[in-house]
């Protein structure tokens, strides 16, 4: 599928479909998924209806590609620049499609450094279950050695979520991003009845997963490469800070973000490429 431009928004967006009917919407903004569905059409993530879809804004929703900083971990702004700069298309197939942002070092001032960040989105589909992959590859182009952190910033959408517990993580550390990064353990499922912003470090790589008592569905999250995962849910105050995002919208999404957070930042040398990846599993009830 050619790149299309998205009339409500003039940006220009990939629409990739699997042979089995599920389809992701990508926007050279930010290599940005903005959507992922089910062959019923039933959205698997979620993006926010106050989104601002007006570069260099990163879109509310979907997965943002944090890179070269996650959060506040690094001198940059929050997040880094990738999700606030347009990419390049590399290749597409149906149901695929590689982008790949050539930093030249003078982006932001804080971060002199070349680099290539490419990333990759394939649908597919394991049993009746589809399945969403995303590879990211970070190549240092320059000449000296540069830090990172990153995240893939993925938005879930769920019934209510009262509904959901996020198991997997039982016995992980974590810092707790709302009590300065205490030190804290996890103990059984995650569940949300109030803010939660917290980077589990030295994550297993699967076996961690969302259940939905109110759909019946399960998500399965596998990463690689990644070490952390963040699990964010804003809950009331902050959703109603968030002028990209609904009053009551913290109901409908949790993320989960496989990240180099708490374990990083990572060091590259010139020359050298790190990578990481995750696949989503969506399995109905
Ligand atoms: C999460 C962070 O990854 O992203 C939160 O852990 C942050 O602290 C959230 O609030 C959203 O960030 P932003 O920059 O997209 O508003």
Redesign the pocket.
Known sequence: MPVVVDESNGMEKLVLKSEQGAIAEVYLHGAHVVSWQDATGKDLMFTSKQAIFKPPK?I?GGV?V?FPQ???LGPLG??GFA?NTKFDLLQETADSATLVLKAVGDEDEKYPYPFELTVRVQLGQQGHAPTFTQEVAANNTGSEEMSFTA?L?TYFKISAIGNVAVSGLDGVTYTD?LQGGQRMQQSGDVIFDQEV???YLAVPDSGVQISDSGSGAVFEVHKAGFPDA?V?N?WVA?AQA?A??GDEEHKEML?I?P?VAGSGPYKLAPGETWSGSQTLVYKAA
């Open positions: 990163a509310r943002p944090c996650f959060g506040q929050q997040h999700r995240a910033h991003s912003d917290r980077i963040v964010w804003p902050k968030m990209d995002f993320c973000e990240a």
